[in-house]
């Protein structure tokens, strides 16, 4: 195999890489003055916010070294990068983070070492919010860090990512500590990453009876036992066909759905074209439905779509009986949810939109808002991420003017809708 490097010339950047040195902790990571904002209240907005708004999370956090280029290096080339930044990521970091500016008070378990990027994700997390009691520091070892590569002419992001050691394993938390994390949450998310301990939160969420969200994007060995415990996933838009082998995107969400039967919903992310959400329904008048296939009906609400609306929208099928041949029948209804046509010119970064996306539905689930109101208000997010450089940046806060239509009490009156 043919062995290539890329290098990258970082003149007039900061040096996006690691470094051990604590003068490197307070270059990259002092806080700047837009931290002291994060946490404006977000009861000063007619948002809906629930009394006991805890959600958990469980997974990865790390940290991102940004590097932003006039377009991506081919092998052995030497490039100049335009900017760099450092800061917090990792599904449940980000995804948390965006619960925490949306109102709600997450909590966050996940492992980090005593080390500069450990630091910096702890004083990242706690400073917009994030309860971090329950993160394990590890004397030795390794944080997790990315290297983020994005292109600014073909607005894509590559991201590397080091997973640190030592993993984090159920024998790090001790079951006080886990039941003083789960106690009055209303809600508990996985991003699939430590499984082992995952697992073990997971059946101590069931055994609760809190709901779980999880975030199906990639899974390891004995993934699907996690599946098989949840309420909803959202995935990525490979996973569904992937994991069902069915032959298009409305029948392996049906397939989902069969074989998972504690799933109340399953949303596909499908980037700039949106999302696609397949709701369970238990009417008992089932019976009575009327049956179509899958993709028949799939294929029906795309050509509702309306083109010339910028804003994020959702379309939705009447509850019937879907169809997906050969692999069974499903009661339910099909959502399309449409992205934000974002303006070139601020369209700056992706990299975070899905744990935005992810963040919104987190707060729609614990304020019982609605799939219609839901898919466009979580779009809505996900487009505020994308309007500037990393995964946190352009994170917006329940007061930011462009969620409040989304947000309305009156569907009748909402953009959104």
């Known amino acids: 195999m043919l062995s290539t490097s890329i290098f990258i010339s ?39 916010l629930p009394d006991d708004r805890i959600v958990v999370g469980c997974g990865g956090a790390t940290m991102d070294y940004l590097l932003m280029v006039d377009g991506f290096p081919k092998p052995d080339e030497k490039i100049r990068g335009t900017s760099s930044k450092v800061q917090g990521g990792g599904n449940v970091g980000n995804a948390l983070t965006c619960a925490a500016r949306l109102g709600l008070r997450p909590r966050i378990i996940a492992k980090v070492a005593e080390d500069v990027e450990g630091r910096g994700i702890l004083e990242e997390l706690e400073a917009d919010g994030v309860d971090t009691s329950f993160i394990v520091v590890s004397e030795e070892g390794r944080s997790m860090y990315s290297y983020v590569i994005v292109d600014s002419k073909m607005k894509t992001r590559t991201a590397i990512y080091y997973p640190g050691y030592p993993p984090m394993t159920p024998t790090d938390f001790s079951g006080s500590s886990l039941s003083s994390a789960l106690d009055g949450a209303n809600l508990v998310y996985f991003d699939g990453l430590s499984l082992k301990t995952a697992l073990a939160v997971a059946r101590e969420a069931r055994r609760r009876g809190i709901p779980i969200l999880v975030d199906a994007e990639m899974g390891e060995e004995g993934f699907d036992n996690l599946l098989n415990m949840s309420d909803y996933a959202v995935c990525s838009a490979k996973y569904p066909q992937a994991w ?11 397939a989902m759905l069969i074989r998972l039967p504690s799933l ?30 899958a993709d028949q009906c799939l294929a029906s609400l795309y050509k509702k779509k309306d083109s010339h609306k910028t804003y994020p929208t959702c379309i939705s099928s009447p509850v019937l009986k879907l169809e997906a041949p050969g692999l069974g029948t499903l009661s ?12 070139h010119l601020e369209l700056v970064d992706t990299t975070g939109a899905g744990d935005a996306f992810i963040g919104a539905v987190l707060y729609a689930l614990c304020t ?23 995964a946190r940046t352009g994170l917006p806060h329940i007061t930011e003017p462009r969620l409040q239509p989304f947000l309305d009490q009156n569907p009748s009156t909402s953009s959104a809708q």
């Open 332 to 343: 339910g209804r099909l959502l399309v949810g449409t992205a934000e046509r974002i303006p």
């Open 10 to 48: 970082l003149r007039q950047c900061p040096t996006p890489f690691p470094s051990s040195s604590p003068s490197f902790l307070r270059f990259h990571l002092s806080l700047p003055s837009k931290f002291t904002r994060i946490m404006m209240s977000a009861h000063s907005s007619n948002s809906p």
């Open 244 to 254: 069902t082998n069915a032959p298009s995107m409305a029948t392996a969400l049906v």
């Open 264 to 293: 109340k919903y399953v949303i596909v992310t499908l980037g700039e074209e949106g999302c696609i959400m397949l709701q369970r329904s238990h009417k008992a008048d089932d019976a009575q439905l009327e049956e179509m296939n």
């Open 368 to 390: 019982d808002m609605l799939p219609e109101k839901m898919l466009p208000f979580a779009a809505q997010v996900a487009a505020g991420c994308c309007r500037a450089f990393g």
